[in-house]
């Protein structure tokens, strides 16, 4: 399984993506910015089980499924970080 590259992301026009493939769309201004999940699956994923995640649910299932909160803050509870708790 490959590491995911900061080099290889591109954004453009509220699109991320890797290599080509689509990784995730950040159509409004929210607590997660592209920056910010970017790092994230790089921290956090391979570049295999990442788009296998994807695949499955959405980008941001896929990162909920982590059970890893993408951002750190106190404002937010559990029900917002993993939304299958409610």
């Known amino acids: ?3 995911f590259k900061k080099e290889n992301f591109d954004y453009s026009g509220g699109y991320l993506t890797y290599e080509g493939k689509f990784v995730a769309r950040f ?5 997660i910015t592209m920056a910010k999940f970017r790092n994230f699956l790089i921290k956090n994923f391979k570049v295999e089980e990442y788009f296998e995640a994807a ?3 959405s980008p941001l299932q896929a990162i909920f499924a982590k059970k890893i909160p993408i951002f750190k803050s106190s404002c937010y509870s559990p029900d917002i970080l993993f939304p299958e708790n409610v």
Do not use: V
């Open 55 to 57: 695949e499955k649910s």
């Open 27 to 31: 159509k409004y201004r929210g607590p």
């Open 1 to 3: 399984m490959k590491d």
